[in-house]
């Protein structure tokens, strides 16, 4: 119970992220200074009721639930109602291209990338924010605070057509992970390189027959994780290039030979069976079907993912044992590197058709005050926390996530993911850095 309600409540919007670890927000443009939140005012009476409709994204590992209590605290706070709009999983783009070419858009959309978010924008589907500004006054604070994160907001044409956010790319890190107890009682260590993997794999699959021993998911995207140990680089499957740091040049990954060599090693672990045929397509819910029962041992994911399998799994399989693996480099003695994924882009637009716009801008900026930040990092006082000394606490079936029980609540902030309903944290930790662009 205690990770589901994270998920859907730090979920509750991704601006709620938005104030990273700091804990201001107000109407004075100083970020020091403190102001009272929208939500301050509304508490001497109930707020105005409001519903909007909204286009967002439901994952796998956290389907979307209209029952999670995140939905009633909003509604308490704010008087808005959210009446979901969800595509099956990883059909979000589809659903979005799909729904601006109509013409008939909800108040709301979601997105995983900012590319979308300007395209859309610029073509006249969305609401510039920059031009409510002025009537929230948490967003404005907070972008007189964090100056980088709003710029990375911004379109090319000086316009802000998503939500910003801080920091909640901190803990997007991903790495390589091995079944520890099945290399253990086969008497396999893990491969420090691509041709050991390749030995590995072979082993793993004579020994497992109807397995594939390495999976992943969402298909080409993962490119952008194995191409660093290749001295190349892939972004994320869909343009290619990346900035070299050594040369101080961008670069395009698949015309290059080290680029080629990674491919050359993905054709041959498909043409033997050591990755699934159908690699090019697992979701989600097939990749986690595959890693949890006996089919894939080694793959490439989200570092919460340790926990997210071991926990469950080892009530069926005390020995299941999935642990970080150091990244194989490409080729003996060759970088041993991952892919830089503590960013994230993903975020809340406001549509051009919507009746609604200033009530769901005043609505947005709740997130941006301190007010908004604990409704959705920490729920109801008396129901999902409590507070003493100034300290906070989960309580009841709440509490029961690790991750969240060994850290301070001064420094907790939303991880979002790109994988959620509007949209959805895996869980709480500190991420008080800024993302940066170096892969």
Not at 24 to 53: I, L, M, R, V
Not at 60 to 65: I, L, M, Q, R, T
Not at 250 to 263: A, C, H, Q, T, V
Not at 370 to 390: A, M, P, R
Request: aromatic share 14%; hydrophobic share 35%.
């Amino acid at each position: 119970m205690r990770k589901s309600f994270t998920w859907a409540l730090t979920a509750a919007l991704t601006a709620a992220v938005v104030t990273g670890c700091s804990s201001k927000g107000g109407s004075t443009a100083a970020p020091s200074g403190p102001a009272p939140a929208p939500a301050d005012k509304a508490a001497a009476s109930p707020p105005k009721e409001h519903t909007f409709t909204f286009l967002t994204y439901s994952n796998a590992s956290w389907p979307y639930n209209k029952d999670w209590p995140v939905w009633k605290y909003i509604k308490e706070k704010t008087g808005v109602t959210l009446n979901m709009q969800v595509p099956p999983d990883a059909q979000l783009d589809n659903a979005l291209n799909l729904t601006v070419a109509s013409g008939n858009m909800p108040d709301m959309l979601y997105t995983q990338s900012k590319k979308t978010a300007d395209k859309f924008g610029q073509q006249g589907a969305l609401v510039n924010i920059l031009d409510y500004v002025n009537e929230m006054p948490n967003l404005k604070s907070w972008m007189t605070q964090f100056p980088t994160d709003t710029q990375n907001a911004m379109s090319a044409d000086g316009k802000m057509y998503v939500f910003p956010n801080h920091g909640i790319g901190e803990t997007n890190r991903m790495n390589w992970m091995y079944r520890e107890d099945v290399f253990k009682k086969n008497g396999l260590k893990p491969p420090a390189n691509w041709d050991e993997l390749y030995t590995v794999l072979k082993q793993l699959k004579q020994a497992y027959p109807n397995s594939y021993p390495m999976a992943w998911r969402q298909g080409l995207q993962y490119l952008r994780n194995f191409s660093p140990a290749f001295a190349t680089g892939s972004d994320d499957g869909s343009s290619d290039v990346y900035f070299d740091f050594d040369k101080k040049e961008w670069r395009y990954g698949p015309i290059e030979d080290n680029f080629k060599k990674l491919i050359t090693y993905l054709n041959k672990f498909y043409k033997e069976g050591l990755i699934p045929p159908d690699f090019l397509t697992i979701d989600t819910k097939q990749w986690q079907d595959l890693m949890s029962t006996d089919r894939a041992f080694v793959t490439v994911d989200y570092i919460s993912r340790v926990d997210f399998y071991n926990l469950p799994m080892r009530k069926q399989n005390p020995q299941y044992n999935l642990l970080f693996m150091p990244t194989p480099a490409g080729w003996p003695g060759g970088p041993q590197k991952n892919a830089y994924t503590q960013f994230l882009e993903n975020g809340i637009m406001v549509t051009s058709t919507s009746k609604q716009i200033k009530d769901i801008m005043h609505f947005m900026d709740f997130y941006y005050s301190k007010d908004g930040l604990n409704l959705v990092s920490w729920g109801k006082q008396g129901e999902t926390y409590s507070e003493e000394n100034g300290k906070k606490k989960f309580i009841g079936g709440y509490a029961t996530y690790p991750t969240c029980a060994k850290r301070p609540a001064s420094r907790r902030t939303a991880r979002i993911r790109g994988s959620t309903t509007i949209p959805t944290c895996r869980y709480l930790r500190p991420s008080c850095r800024t993302p940066t662009s170096k892969r």
